[in-house]
């Protein structure tokens, strides 16, 4: 029977791990991707879709199931699984990056955070106990504790400090939620900003904390590739060997890479799905701008080394068409594709690492996307 939390490393390429994390819904083979389904579905696409597209697991966003169907009507519904027939792994963030980034009034203290909705305007609460409360409403396999993200060009003395309550903010997170209860994970954020003396102060704190995994924030914030690297490459390695290490909401292709390299298992962003609704897809050859005139007439798929649904039964010139008509089929089929994009690349590492392959896998996409993907 396996225990959920549970995490086996296979093989190690450098600092690379291919490994298996076990969790009450299954298990998820890393290096992972997880598509974002911040509404309770990724958008355009069902679950029979990203199952036949190799998703292991997806995202889900506390803010917005809190604020809208409602964290206790998903509970009542059975659950975030059941509600939206998912029966593998789901993640939820804590909704406090959300709160920063989407609500317009907001108010920090050491309490948690006051914010508007921005549905209605209406006045709202997060304290960390209760961002693990909607998390353990929504059934989450994998929870993230209630820390604040500071943006880029944030001071020192702020970032110093606000490291501090989200270390408080993690250890009442951790005391209202017994380890492996339910078989709920719980994975602590490392915070910092672009000071690795605070990024190590703010993990030193956390392995204070008894967390099953955990996760790199406060990256992809606006920061040059350069300082998101140097970051990445200082903490990566010093996060537990023994535990998974997840970096929030990164990146690009070459992003995603770098963190392998760095020693990060799991991955998540909303570049796939966005982008594609924007037309901008991913493919074996580079970027793709569907909307180019030079595809009308263009009968080929839109990537001949992809065997998604969109790319085995649609040509360019139909996918340009769709865009250009703005058919809501456009958005499926693109947002296939990229989410296919990302799974494969995700795999492609999986089995580089295991035949000591990273450091070839990694250079052959740099000679297609360039060292930061943008
Ligand atoms: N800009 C990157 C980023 C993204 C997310 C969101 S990741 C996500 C999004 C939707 C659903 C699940 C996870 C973050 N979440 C938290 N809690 N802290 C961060 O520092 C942070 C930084
Ligand atoms: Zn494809």
């Known amino acids: 029977m396996p225990v959920p939390g549970r995490f086996t490393i296979h093989a190690r390429d450098g600092k690379a791990r291919r490994a298996t994390l076990h969790t009450a819904h299954g298990e998820i083979q890393t290096p992972v991707f997880m598509p974002v389904g ?9 679950p029979d879709d990203l199952l036949q597209a190799g998703s292991q697991i997806i995202l889900g966003n506390t803010y917005h199931l809190y604020l809208r169907p409602g964290d206790e009507l998903v509970a009542r519904r059975g659950g975030l699984h059941r509600f939206m027939s998912w ?32 549905l209605d305007g209406s006045k709202h ?9 909607i998390q353990q409403n929504l059934g989450s396999d994998i929870m993230m504790v209630l820390d604040e993200c500071v943006g880029y060009g944030a001071d020192r003395e702020y970032t110093a400090r606000s490291l501090e309550r989200t270390t408080r903010w993690a250890r009442r997170c951790r005391e209202v939620h ?24 703010s993990l030193g704190q956390l392995l204070e904390i008894p967390f099953e995994g955990y996760a790199i924030g406060g990256l992809s914030v606006g920061e040059s590739t350069e300082d998101m690297y140097r970051i ?17 909401g990164v990146g690009t292709p070459m992003d995603i890479l770098e963190g392998i390299e760095s020693g990060v ?29 030079e595809f009308r007439e263009d009968d080929g798929p839109l990537d001949p080394n992809c065997q998604c649904y969109t790319c085995r039964n649609f040509s360019r010139a139909y996918l340009r068409h769709l865009y250009t008509a703005r058919e809501i ?28 392959r990273f450091a070839e896998l990694k250079a052959h996409y740099q000679g297609i996307y360039g060292t930061d993907g943008r």
């Open 87 to 118: 029966d593998k792994p789901i993640l939820t963030d804590s909704g406090g990056f959300q709160v920063f980034s989407l609500s317009t009034i907001r108010k920090i203290s050491e309490k948690g955070v006051e914010f508007r909705s921005y």
């Open 178 to 201: 017994t380890p492996g209860a339910d078989g709920q994970l719980m994975f602590g954020i490392i915070q910092g900003g672009f000071h690795e003396d605070l990024r190590e102060e």
């Open 38 to 46: 911040t509404q309770g579905s990724v958008k355009a696409v069902g």
């Open 125 to 133: 609460f997060f304290s960390p106990e209760k961002a693990i409360s």
């Open 265 to 293: 298992d799991m991955f998540d962003c909303v570049l796939p799905t966005r982008n594609a609704r924007n037309g901008t897809l991913f493919t074996s050859q580079g970027k793709v701008n569907i909307k180019r005139a």
């Open 232 to 248: 990445l490459n200082h903490i990566g390695p010093r996060m537990p060997e023994e535990k998974p290490r997840y970096l929030m």
């Open 329 to 356: 089929l456009s958005y499926r089929l693109n947002s296939l594709h990229n989410i296919a994009f990302f799974l494969e690349l995700a795999r492609q590492a999986r089995e580089a690492i295991e035949g000591g």
